[in-house]
Structure formats: C-alpha cells, structure tokens
C-alpha cells in the first residue's frame, strides 16, 4: 500500500513540475514577443475587367492608406479606406496578364478575372 502511495506521489510530482515549466514558458515567450512590430496588411478581395470598359478592384485594409496599381497598359493610384473598398477604373482594354497593388509595406500580384 505504501508502495502505490509513493509511486501516485511521485507522478503527481511531475505533472506539476511539467505544468510549471510550461506556464513558465508561455510567459518567457510572451515577453520575448511583447515588442516586436507587428504589420497590418491589405488583401485583394476582387480585380475583374467589365466589358464596358472598367477595371473593379475591391480591397480589403484595417487601415486607410495609398496604393498604386500597374497593369500593362495603364497605371492609377488611389486612395484607400479602412474596411472594404472598391474602386472602377478606365481600362479600354482588358489587361493582359498581371495588375501590380503596391500598397506601404507590400506588393500583390493578380491576374485580371
């Protein structure tokens, strides 16, 4: 009896200790992270060509900010707003190959649907 009372002491021991070092750890990381800069990004929700003649580009941003776009044959720079955004843009023709986003802190690649 005693033997089995030693030995559920002794694991009992050491799921504690391993629960210890593991909320030790998640707090040593947490620290270590604490001050890094983390980046918000924009996401093309949407690039399509209407056959009237209108590029439609829907992007989604956290934050307000600039983007340029490039396509062969055209280029725009516009103003975005925070959330969903959507803008037509003249395009005669429909852009053969990639529109180029160049937002702050990041460049986006789409083919034109």
């Not at 529109?99 to 083919?111: D, G, Y």
Request: hydrophobic share 40%.
């Amino acid at each position: 009896m005693t033997h089995t009372l030693d030995l559920l002491s002794q694991v009992l021991f050491v799921g504690l200790m391993a629960m210890l070092l593991y909320v030790l750890y998640k707090r040593f990381v947490s620290m270590l992270s604490r001050d890094r800069i983390k980046g918000t990004y924009a996401q093309v929700a949407g690039c399509t060509w209407h056959k009237d003649g209108r590029l439609v580009v829907v992007i989604e941003m956290e934050e307000a900010g600039p983007c340029a776009l490039r396509w062969e044959g055209g280029e725009a720079q516009i103003q975005c707003t925070a959330g969903r955004h959507e803008e037509s843009l003249d395009a005669p023709e429909k852009p053969i190959g990639n529109v180029e986003f160049t937002f702050v802190n990041q460049v986006v690649r789409r083919k034109v649907g």
